[in-house]
């Protein structure tokens, strides 16, 4: 079984910064891709970006191009979110999720909630205004 544990989240003002760590443990862990999603209050929950374990591809929510960046350290088994400039409408629950088997084509299903075999509890970005 994998766990996945996000941290970093909290309060910032608007035009800010956080970066959101996800660590994984559990079986060896080799994910195929790890994805951060996000719930705002009343809304579902979309996709925010991606990256392909091996490093090679990452992939972008077009609402955060440019301001967020996803990183993996693969011999920490955790995953980043470097987020600059934020907006006080994306404040929202910030869950990390992984995929464990190949999904081809990646850059159509990697978006999709489904693409995802674990997921972690989320942890709490909020942006003031």
């Known amino acids: 079984q994998v766990q996945l544990v996000e941290s970093g989240g909290g309060l910032v003002q608007a035009g800010g910064s956080l970066r959101l760590s996800c660590a994984a443990s559990?079986?060896?862990?080799?994910?195929?891709?790890m994805g951060w999603f996000r719930q705002a209050p009343g809304k579902e929950r979309e996709f925010v970006a991606a990256?392909?374990?091996?490093?090679?591809?990452?992939y972008y929510a077009d609402s955060v191009k440019g301001r967020f960046t996803i990183s993996r350290d693969s011999a920490k088994n955790t995953v980043y979110l470097q987020m600059n400039s934020l907006k006080p409408e994306e404040t929202a629950v910030y869950y990390c999720?992984?995929?464990?088997?190949?999904?081809?084509?990646?850059?159509?299903?990697?978006?999709?909630?489904?693409?995802?075999?674990?997921w972690g509890q989320g942890t709490q970005v909020t942006v003031s205004s």
């Open positions: 999720a992984a995929a464990t088997s190949p999904k081809r084509p990646l850059n159509v299903v990697v978006g999709r909630e489904t693409t995802y075999d674990y």
């Open positions: 559990g079986r060896t862990f080799s994910p195929y891709a």
């Open positions: 990256i392909r374990w091996s490093g090679a591809s990452t």
